[in-house]
């Protein structure tokens, strides 16, 4: 449960630091490659290991999610109004 704070930080820190709109088409090498949307990958990312996280121990993961990742998010919606979404 204690990586839950450095995984909260590193996730928190990723999101304040990447632009929403930018994409990557990944590596394929075909021009019918899809395009991803980094923020979004980020944020798929973080709500899938958060809630394998909460599964173990939703009090615990509760609590550490409040006390750790909820300001930097909200620090986040904040500065920037385009990252809402």
Known sequence: MMDFCDLAEFFTSALHK????VTSAGSADTDAAEEENIFKL???TFTKLGN?????DPQQTELYFL?????????IMCDNDFKRN
């Open 18 to 21: 990447t632009n929403p709109q």
């Open 52 to 56: 394998q996280i909460l599964n173990e």
């Open 42 to 44: 980020i944020v798929e």
């Open 67 to 75: 006390e750790y990742a909820l300001d930097n998010i909200l620090e």
